[in-house]
């Protein structure tokens, strides 16, 4: 999701020196680089503004799942999804503590993403309407983040990648729960069937962007994908995506909104429709139907929290002075 949005910092073959040669050759033999050997200032900065904005994505994702605890259908789902959206707080922590590997803080990093200097996915713009929403955010947004994630536990870079790890397994819980949700919503009452076909409706394309911009728009992959900070081209992961997904809809009886969704025997893949990509800049840029509402809850989580982060610098401070004197 992330990936969307990263660009690279490489440098032109004549200005490659003898380190980043070498550098390029620890990676090649899929060695991991840890957060104090020398690495290309391009390679630090990408990762920063990648693991940053998985980061973001992380805690902004909570939002329009977060909105929905008080108002699940029963007790049981309501723990289901109280555990989900902790697990998210929790793949934000572990991320921004890789980000923090490379020499940038977590405050900076807050405050690029509450000035809008750093982006989160665009699918968080988009609102959460119905209770069968929670079920196509699982299968589908989750769905997606699981499709970018997983190749990404190779990754070079050591703690993004067994950050990776971790996040992976739990993201599965998720997808699965998201189609937990579908398979009884779509299994209900023609009521609720027309709910989880209109979250399908809405849904569907907002997570074919989760990808990024067609490969031949994106033209930032190269260096990253050397430098294996990024394992899959946008449309290799988008194609892998609608592959496992439409046979997963039509499990459910419910219809992909694409009239020209067809199997292609040739290239063993469907053909299917691209999202509208002036739509997803238009969201990136800010105009979303939620940009607004979820960086402000963001900023006001942050201005609330401000006395309880003063309180534990003081009482740091406090114990610290206290074990000098013990120590004297
Ligand atoms: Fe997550
Ligand atoms: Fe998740």
Same mark, same amino acid.
């Given at each position: 999701m992330y990936a969307q949005l990263v660009k690279s910092e490489g440098k032109s073959k004549a200005e490659l020196t003898p380190e980043d040669h070498a550098f390029q050759a620890r990676i090649d033999a899929g060695e991991k680089i840890e957060p104090k050997e020398?690495?290309?200032?391009?390679?630090?900065?990408?990762?920063?503004?990648?693991?940053?904005?998985?980061?973001?994505?992380?805690?902004?994702?909570?939002?329009?799942?977060?909105?929905?605890?008080?108002?699940?259908?029963?007790?049981?789902?309501?723990?289901?999804?109280?555990?989900?959206?902790?697990?998210?707080?929790?793949?934000?922590?572990?991320?921004?503590?890789?980000? @923090?590997?490379? *020499?940038?803080?977590?405050?900076?990093?807050? @405050?690029?993403?509450?000035?809008?200097?750093?982006?989160?996915?665009?699918?968080?713009?988009?609102?959460?309407?119905?209770?069968?929403?929670?079920?196509?955010?699982?299968?589908?947004?989750? *769905?997606?983040?699981?499709?970018?994630?997983?190749?990404?536990?190779?990754?070079?870079? *050591?703690?993004?990648?067994?950050?990776?790890?971790?996040?992976?397994?739990?993201?599965?819980f998720h997808q699965r729960q998201g189609y937990a949700i579908m398979m009884k919503m779509a299994n209900g009452t023609p009521e609720q069937k027309q709910m989880a076909q209109d979250a399908l409706n809405r849904l569907w394309y907002p997570s074919l962007m989760m990808f990024g911009p067609s490969d031949k728009d994106s033209v930032h992959s190269v260096q990253s994908m050397a430098w294996k900070i990024k394992m899959n081209t946008n449309d290799e992961l988008r194609q892998k995506f609608v592959d496992q997904t439409v046979p997963q809809a039509e499990y459910l009886g419910l219809t992909v909104p694409d009239p020209n969704l067809k199997w292609n025997e040739e290239k063993g893949g469907y053909d299917f429709s691209e999202p509208d990509w002036d739509e997803f800049f238009n969201v990136i840029k800010g105009n979303g139907p939620c940009n607004k509402e979820r960086l402000g809850a963001r900023v006001k989580a942050w201005d609330d929290g401000a006395w309880y982060r003063e309180a534990m610098v003081a009482h740091a401070k406090k114990k610290a002075a206290r074990r000098t004197v013990a120590a004297e």
């Open positions: 020398w690495m290309p200032e391009g390679y630090r900065k990408t990762l920063i503004r990648q693991i940053g904005q998985h980061a973001h994505s992380e805690i902004v994702g909570q939002l329009p799942e977060g909105n929905w605890i008080t108002r699940a259908p029963t007790l049981e789902r309501k723990q289901i999804l109280l555990a989900k959206v902790q697990d998210e707080a929790g793949h934000g922590l572990y991320l921004y503590c890789a980000a @923090e590997t490379l *020499g940038v803080s977590r405050d900076e990093l807050l @405050e690029k993403l509450h000035s809008g200097d750093m982006k989160y996915s665009s699918i968080f713009n988009y609102p959460t309407l119905t209770w069968a929403d929670m079920g196509a955010v699982g299968w589908l947004v989750d *769905g997606a983040a699981i499709m970018n994630q997983v190749p990404l536990q190779r990754t070079s870079y *050591g703690p993004y990648s067994r950050a990776m790890i971790r996040i992976c397994k739990e993201e599965s």
